[in-house]
């Protein structure tokens, strides 16, 4: 493997408030000089609201299960409707924190959905019905937009069950390995390396992270010199990083 | 806050091997151009082997709960005891893993003791005994060595328990805010903010894990962009970047 080159992290800066069938990948290639092999990543919540994934929390009618967990957790009913909508199971529920695992698999925080940067009140995002083909479909319009061959880093932030503060992971991906796999590579001294499987795809959205601000609406960044990473085909996308159920330890 | 700037990952290249009573700082110092405000991200290993944190395995004797373990997981009892001395409590043993929370309060597999990148057969390295000492002590090694005032923060690779792949976390930080505090500020529809607490010194671990390369041993990289997040003061450390054992949900 050639020796690993600098990268750099650049953001997205001047895009547009986001609205339903507006085309983020366009938008991005509007707003940024892009080259082959970039990475772009880009936050959930402009994806969520190009597709429509907006919901008004009055159009929520709470059921029985709503309302019972909005009064243990001292929450909305009609906000816990949405989010169990959202949920195929719920894994936590007490101290004011509502923990699911999505319909796609993710486990995180009142399964993503969210109430920030958003331009009306009373209003939540969800998360993008599938955000690998989100990625995909980002991916498609730069290239129409540019030509260009790029990676998508579809990103939200997640808690995590033993550290404080949320960290910026990938939910959706294209054309960018979200593993990278040592099994059975060695390190300097011959020995079978330790650390066997890297979750390249989360720390590219915790690296994009660290350039945007969740109050001035810098909600994508570019990461690049990860070309060793890409690749032409779209590739497995961020269901690959879901732990199987069968090997969870911690439900 | 001002618009946030682009932001370079630059790896460490031609650190030699570390041993017990190297400067890691200094090392760092004298094979890269560092600048005022610049985070040093460095893997836990090259800290561990100067600070004399390896051990042969042949110097543990294995009591009955490390055969016992050792006999559960498939794994030497020797590890298991090494394992064990760095752990205050085991939170899993099954299916081939060993989970623990470690005396400096951390949760991950093997109490961090980790056998790859070791120069020596049969021997491990543990973490540092107290990561954001060892932190503070690059920082003024850099400091001594070149009169910059860098940041530094000490990472490992850990798993997580609902997605798969490792991903690099800071286990000790100092100069930087290991957590970018958001409660009460507000987004740009003002709006309060839903994500909160963000995780810096993890996000700047895991941007310089992608310039890392686990074999050929690029075991440090330098993070610049990040002022607005460095300090002069050491600050708390990643010890803040632990989830207090009464709010821990999954146990």
Same mark, same amino acid.
């Given at each position: 493997? !050639?020796?690993?080159?600098e990268?750099?992290?650049?953001?997205?800066l001047?895009?547009?408030?986001?609205?339903?069938?507006?085309r983020?990948?366009?938008?991005?290639a509007a707003?940024?000089?892009l080259?082959d092999g970039?990475v772009v990543?880009?936050?959930q919540?402009i994806?969520?609201k190009a597709?429509g994934r907006?919901r008004?929390?009055?159009?929520?009618?709470?059921g029985?299960?709503?309302r019972?967990?909005?009064?243990?957790?001292?929450?909305?009913?009609a906000?816990?409707?949405?989010?169990?909508a959202?949920? !195929?199971?719920?894994l936590?529920?007490?101290?004011?924190?509502?923990i699911?695992e999505?319909?796609?698999g993710?486990?995180c925080?009142?399964?993503g959905v969210?109430?920030?940067?958003?331009?009306?009140?009373?209003?939540?995002?969800?998360?993008?019905?599938d955000?690998?083909?989100?990625?995909?479909?980002? !991916?498609?319009?730069?290239?129409?937009?540019t030509g260009?061959?790029?990676?998508?880093?579809?990103?939200d932030s997640?808690?995590?069950?033993?550290?404080?503060?949320?960290?910026?992971?990938?939910?959706g991906c294209?054309?960018?390995?979200p593993?990278?796999?040592?099994?059975?590579?060695h390190d300097?001294g011959?020995?079978?390396l330790?650390?066997?499987l890297?979750a390249i795809?989360?720390?590219?959205a915790?690296?994009?992270?660290?350039?945007?601000?969740?109050?001035?609406?810098?909600?994508a960044?570019?990461?690049?010199?990860?070309?060793?990473?890409?690749s032409?085909?779209?590739?497995p996308?961020?269901?690959?990083?879901r732990?199987?159920?069968d090997?969870d330890?911690?439900?």
């Open positions: 493997m !050639r020796e690993p080159a990268l750099r992290v650049i953001p997205v001047g895009l547009p408030e986001f609205s339903v069938g507006m983020v990948g366009e938008q991005i707003h940024t000089e080259l970039d990543a880009c936050s919540k994806v969520s597709e907006i008004r929390l009055s159009s929520a009618i709470p029985s299960e709503a019972r967990l909005a009064a243990l957790l001292g929450k909305e009913p906000l816990i409707e949405l989010i169990l959202e949920s !195929r199971e719920v936590r529920a007490e101290r004011g924190v509502l699911t999505t319909h796609h993710f486990v925080a009142n399964a969210d109430s920030s940067n958003l331009p009306e009140a009373e209003t939540v995002s969800l998360l993008p019905e955000p690998d083909a989100s990625a995909r479909r980002i !991916r498609a319009e730069v290239r129409d937009a260009k061959t790029v990676a998508v880093v579809v990103s997640f808690g995590r069950a033993w550290r404080l503060g949320q960290a910026e992971v990938a939910i294209a054309g960018i390995e593993l990278d796999d040592w099994r059975g590579r300097s011959g020995r079978e330790e650390a066997t890297i795809a989360d720390q590219v915790a690296a994009a992270d660290l350039v945007r601000d969740k109050a001035s609406g810098v909600p960044a570019i990461v690049r010199g990860l070309e060793r990473f890409t032409e085909d779209d590739g996308g961020a269901t690959a990083l732990r199987p159920r090997e330890l911690f439900r």
